[in-house]
């Protein structure tokens, strides 16, 4: 999955103004204790990312 995707899904979901807001504050067990911004600064993958934040979030699977 493209940054770009990723970041799209999540103004999606969450609304454009909060969903940066989300992944820069929420810290997230899926993420190993890390924020989302946290999570791809130390290399994590976008989709592996969206997983965690689907899994934590219950986003239904159609949006997966």
Do not use: N
Request: proline share 2%; hydrophobic share 50%; with cysteine.
């Amino acid at each position: 999955m493209r940054l770009t995707i990723f970041w799209e899904r999540m103004a999606e979901h969450f609304g454009s103004a909060y969903a940066d807001s989300f992944a820069r504050d929420h810290v997230m067990a899926e993420l190993g204790g890390r924020t989302i911004h946290e999570a791809l600064a130390a290399g994590w993958e976008a989709k592996d990312v969206w997983r965690a934040v689907c899994a934590a979030m219950d986003i239904p699977a159609d949006k997966r």
